[in-house]
């Protein structure tokens, strides 16, 4: 095997991971409902904080001539800043008070609710950060859990979201997908959309357990590349050895390694791709027909069907519909296949229907 392949074969054989990855890094996971970092709560509450002194230092400058310092001196601005930083942080030294009626009453009426609003950002930011880490491991705790027979998404690129969107349109809950990502990008994404998201290497172990891979009813692999491809569906199948796993590869030639890895199916990005452009120079408008079979949710649907006793005809199966194929001990058959003329218990039929149906 050459090139990409090669590269492949070696990451097969002594399961090292080709993408860089510290093994010490710790694993990250952002719940749906997050807020935002705490850094950027407390810059929230630092802008508070300077609004309130900024207020109280205009009201006392705009009213300068009814304060004054030990000495007897008006207000300067700066003064006023001085004034308003040791008023709301009760600070009160005392070297500069109102003595004027308008300056008390703006005391009474301005200054002093500002000085409980600072103190209570204050209060609350602390106990707030304070409590964060505490908050979060709850959540953590919570959300493992609750999680169980949901579907692993590791990676959220092109065929990541294609996947989510598939997943969705077929009414699998939000909350019962789980993404695994490196890149920031594509997680602030999947988490901006309400999906758990681990930030890691889904190639690692201690990464897809914290997806809880191992209680995963399914796992999409579909990361940029066929080498990670292969070692994280070597690795979900050590796992998790009866989720459905559904893989994606890009080079044809690679297809057999995640077969031979475990993968229930196996999706060539590039040759899919490549055969539909060829069709549609020549087949434009068979094209257009797969297109609308893939996408779930509008115009026609292929559906499967379970064959619920032994003895019946496709036709009386399908209910009417169409039927494409037979599927029997995995293996899938033409509808019109004399092996399959009489279904049994446990056969499968694929059967085509429009939206609503």
């Known amino acids: 095997m050459r090139g990409p392949a090669s590269s492949v074969g070696r990451a097969v054989a002594d399961r090292t991971p080709l993408i860089p990855a510290s093994p010490n890094a710790p694993v990250v996971v952002d719940l749906p409902g997050d807020s935002g970092s705490p850094l950027r709560k407390l810059a929230q509450r630092l802008g508070v904080a300077i609004a309130l002194v900024t207020f109280v230092a205009l009201s006392a400058y705009l009213d300068r001539g009814g304060y004054s310092d030990s000495d007897g001196n008006g207000l300067s601005l700066l003064d006023s800043f001085y004034y308003a930083t040791v008023t709301v942080t009760t600070t009160g030294y005392g070297d500069i008070a109102p003595q004027s009626e308008s300056a008390r009453l703006i005391t009474t009426l301005l200054v002093t609710p500002a000085r409980v609003l600072f103190l209570i950002v204050l209060v609350g930011t602390t106990l707030e950060l304070l409590a964060e880490r505490t908050r979060y491991a709850y959540r953590l705790s919570r959300w493992r859990s609750d999680l169980s027979a949901h579907t692993v998404v590791c990676g959220f690129g092109s065929k990541g979201r294609a996947a989510v969107h598939e997943l969705l349109a077929r009414d699998v809950p939000r909350e019962k997908i789980v993404i695994i990502e490196q890149d920031t990008d594509a997680r602030a994404r999947a988490a901006a959309q309400g999906f758990a998201v681990v930030a890691g290497d889904a190639t690692r172990t201690e990464v897809l357990c914290e997806a809880g ?31 459905a796993l559904a893989a ?23 040759g899919a791709a490549g055969r539909l452009l060829g069709a549609a120079t020549r087949q434009p408008d068979v094209v257009r027909v797969l297109e609308d079979l893939l996408v779930s949710g509008e115009g026609l649907e292929l559906i499967e069907r379970d064959v619920p006793r032994d003895g019946m005809s496709a036709a009386e199966a399908a209910d009417g519909a169409p039927i494409v194929a037979i599927v029997r001990d995995g293996t899938p058959h ?12 446990g056969d499968r039929i694929v059967c085509l229907c429009s939206h609503g149906d």
């Not at 994606?248 to 590039?270: M, W």
């Open 248 to 270: 994606a590869v890009r080079e044809e030639e690679n297809a057999h390694l995640l077969r031979q890895g475990g993968a229930d199916t196996v999706i060539t990005s590039s």
């Open 334 to 345: 033409r509808f019109d296949d004399p092996e399959v003329a009489t279904l049994n218990a």
């Open 213 to 243: 891979v191992q209680d995963a009813v399914a796992v999409i692999v579909a990361p940029d590349r066929d080498d990670a491809a292969v070692l994280i569906t070597l690795t979900v199948r050590e796992l998790n050895p009866t989720a």
